[in-house]
């Protein structure tokens, strides 16, 4: 028995020895998007420790720490971490507890016996009583000392969550006053001039530039926003281009964004960028149309008469859907587009389903002062411009096969239109469907940094 108690005694010696070496534990930090600082308080102060991916190095013994992970543009989180027991520590304590239980119980002194009662040794236990203390009590006080040790090295802990993996969302309530006391949010990311300021298409927000963003924020001060009633901006009354572009220009302003903009427009953006150009020339250094609409395209391909009357019975029935959804209060998720990410289509799928969401997207079809005056807007012939057009078009069923094929030949025609706006114009034809930003993103950031390029080698005027 003396052995077995040596063999525990030595086990949980050499263990509690090494866990006194190892009261640092290594803790995985990793981020979506990567590149975020991550600061450590455990009490002591707040210690800026790395950005991720990293190993971060936690004491075990510690009982609270807080972990802060933050990237420009994105919004920050925090982990909070607590000691809790180590289930790989229980190897060291259970030898300890067991060898230090047995020979601290009574002084016991095990010995053999040469008796032989019936034929058989027999094993005599009996107290000493001698009052001297056996090596095996010795070895009880040991192991409880090695015992305490572990505990206070802190082997005997470990910290939680043993690992942290986090999904950063960008900004989403940098809410701006533009007066009246209604508030639009913008999304700035990044630093670096001009300044990139990002313009979505009808009904949609911030979320659509997301595979766009975060890459020319590496290069230069970008914003993506959100126009009234969308996404998480407060709604107005008296929706127009002029107006909407009354809000941006408000929302540069108070938002401490400074010219010269970039500015980059799809679809209907792109009517929005180029009224924005010919109304503040001087703080316009370049645009990027992506596959924009053009203000001229139905007086110079004008609809037929069935198609005028499909066109008027769709927005009839958008009216009585709208009433009707005013009437039960209860408004539908929207559906996005399939190569938005997921986390922030899970984020915008309940507030899409919303009275002032559905509202702006349906008035954005019908702005009144979309195509007056006549004739295309393009603010200054020198400005350096890149007109990405998506060729991938889908025919209606109720459009016939030739008249398919006239509607994209005028569609190609006036994307030429824009092109013809600068002297300074690229144009780029993409095999894409509409959202060219989410299907070919390489392609338009390559267009904004080249814009952005050829703005920077020549002054304002």
């Known amino acids: 028995m003396r052995s077995i108690v040596a063999l525990l005694a030595a086990v949980a010696l050499t263990r509690c020895a090494t866990a006194s070496h190892s009261d640092l534990q290594q803790v995985p930090v990793n981020s979506t998007p990567p590149g975020a600082e991550v600061t450590l308080d455990c009490g002591r102060g707040a210690t800026r420790v790395g950005t991720t991916p990293m190993t971060l190095m936690m004491r075990r013994r510690d009982s609270r720490c807080t972990v802060f992970i933050v990237k420009d543009g994105w919004r920050g989180t925090r982990v909070d971490f607590h000691r809790v027991p180590s289930v790989a520590a229980l190897g060291n304590v259970v030898p300890a507890l067991l060898a230090g239980g047995i020979a601290a119980s009574s002084n016991v002194d095990f010995s053999a016996s040469n008796g032989s009662t019936q034929g058989g040794g027999v094993v005599n236990v009996s107290a000493s009583g001698s009052g001297s203390v056996s090596p095996a009590a010795v070895a009880g006080v040991v192991l409880s000392v090695a015992l305490l040790i572990d505990a206070g090295s802190g082997a005997l802990f470990a910290q939680s969550p043993s690992r942290v993996d986090v999904t950063l969302e960008p900004k989403r309530f940098d809410l701006i006053d533009v007066g009246e006391g209604r508030r639009l949010h913008i999304v700035c990311q990044g630093t670096g001039s001009p300044t990139v300021v990002l313009e979505s298409g009808a009904g949609e927000g911030w979320y659509t530039w997301a595979l766009v963003q975060p890459v020319l924020a590496r290069s230069y001060r970008t914003c993506s926003y959100d126009r009234a009633g969308i996404g998480f901006s407060d709604s107005r009354s008296g929706r127009s281009v002029s107006a909407l572009n009354d809000d941006l220009h408000e929302l540069l302003r108070h938002g401490g964004e400074r010219p010269p903009f970039v500015l980059v427009g799809h679809s209907l953006g ?84 919303s009275a002032a969401w559905w509202q702006a997207r349906f008035a954005e079809g019908e702005l009144p002062d979309s195509n007056t005056p006549p004739g295309l807007t393009c603010g200054r012939a020198d400005l350096p411009l890149t007109v990405i057009t998506a060729s991938k078009w889908t025919r209606p069923p109720w459009r016939t096969e030739e008249r398919q094929a006239a509607w994209l030949r005028a569609r190609s025609e006036m994307q030429n239109d824009l092109a013809s706006c600068s002297a300074q114009s690229r144009h780029v034809t993409v095999d894409t469907e509409h959202h060219v930003q989410l299907e070919r993103p390489t392609v338009v950031v390559d267009a904004i940094v080249g814009v952005a390029r050829r703005a920077t080698s020549r002054p304002l005027q």
């Open 270 to 353: 792109g009517l929005l960028v180029r009224r924005f150009a010919a109304r503040y020339p001087d703080e316009v250094a370049g645009i990027v149309l992506v596959d924009s609409v053009h203000e001229d395209f139905d007086r110079r391909f004008p609809p037929l008469p069935e198609e005028q009357e499909k066109v008027r019975a769709a927005r009839e029935a958008r009216r009585r859907q709208i009433a009707e959804w005013e009437t039960t209060g209860k408004w539908p998720e929207m559906d996005f587009h399939e190569r938005v990410p997921q986390e922030l289509i899970n984020l915008l799928k309940p507030r899409s389903a």
